[in-house]
């Protein structure tokens, strides 16, 4: 039975969280200060919730969050970055330190079609950024998580993951030769997968998670792809208008929102969500959407998880 809302593909996220009260709950939401990030944390202080907002930069943050509508210690930021394990340690005790329980986690942070480079920790920068950071940031949180049962994790993925499967013998591209889309394709079906573990793990406990494919947004994920490649792929014309298939960063957040809030939800895990209901398999007639088997592949995603804790320590 395919899980369903009541909303659109245009729905944006203040249309979906309307009618939900957050208030007593704590959210945390990495890359929560541009893009689909920051109207997510709009709709979530708009429910009540305090959100603790985990950025890179946390003074530029600063003048996003500012836009936002916020009560005295509502909304606070937390210094991350996922390239670094010791910052993930760091950040996820900094989180743990001002609150016992998390109701809602948003892995929403990420990066795109970077040239071949490794983080502080020598993984692949999309790999280690994308999965790994966030894979150390959720487990370190679980004590908060579980606290706060029922919880749920949001892990943002991407139609991207359509581009490679998880290559569980080379993830950092030691044996093969580098190719960004390969590399995104490969960091997105990781967090596809590490939803659908993570729910087998803790499903019993209260703890689930979906992936999120929000849409098509233009936001500075883009930032390594020249003008050039984007016309070619299709994404915008020759004027600068976008391919209709794109959505609004307020309609990409919808999704998230869904996710983190819907009922229809509650107690489910596992599954890979897209204009705000449930994805189904790719179909070749429909290019723009549907997620490929093997980004929930139940067997994978456990061999994922166990990789993972060994590349993380």
């Not at 429910?47 to 509508?69: C, F, Q, S």
């Amino acid at each position: 039975m395919t899980v369903r809302s009541a909303f659109t593909r245009d729905a944006t996220a203040l249309e979906v969280i309307a009618g939900h009260d957050l208030s007593g709950q704590v959210a945390v939401i990495t890359g929560g200060a541009s893009g689909i990030g920051l109207e997510t944390t709009r709709a979530l202080l708009h429910a009540g919730a305090r959100v603790l907002v985990v950025v890179r930069d946390p003074e530029r943050a600063a003048e996003a969050l500012a836009t936002l509508e916020a009560r005295p210690g509502q909304l606070d930021t937390v210094t991350l970055d996922l390239a670094s394990l010791a910052s993930v340690r760091e950040a996820a005790a900094q989180v743990l330190a001002m609150t016992p329980k998390v109701h809602l986690l948003f892995n929403n942070a990420g990066t795109m079609a970077t040239p071949f480079g490794h983080t502080e920790d020598g993984f692949e920068t999309q790999f280690g950024t994308n999965h790994l950071g966030h894979f150390l940031f959720t487990t370190l949180l679980m004590p908060a998580l579980l606290a706060a049962a029922p919880a749920r994790v949001v892990v943002l993925t991407s139609s991207g993951h359509r581009r490679s499967d998880v290559h569980l013998d080379d993830p950092n591209f030691e044996r093969r030769p580098y190719e960004k889309w390969s590399a995104y394709g490969q960091s997105k079906t990781a967090n596809s997968l590490f939803a659908v573990e993570l729910t087998r793990r803790y499903q019993e406990q209260g703890v689930t998670a979906n992936a999120v494919h929000p849409g098509g947004i233009m936001t500075n994920l883009q930032r390594f792809l020249p003008r050039e490649e984007q016309l070619a792929m299709g994404w915008m014309d020759e004027q600068g208008n976008l391919n209709p298939v794109f959505k609004t960063p307020e309609q990409g957040a919808a999704t998230s929102v869904w996710a983190a809030v819907g009922s229809e939800l509650e107690g489910v895990g596992g599954l890979f969500l897209e204009d705000v209901g449930e994805s189904l398999p790719f179909d070749p007639a429909l290019p723009f959407t549907g997620y490929m088997p093997y980004a929930r592949d139940p067997q994978t995603a456990k061999a994922l998880w166990t990789l993972s804790e060994e590349l993380v320590g």
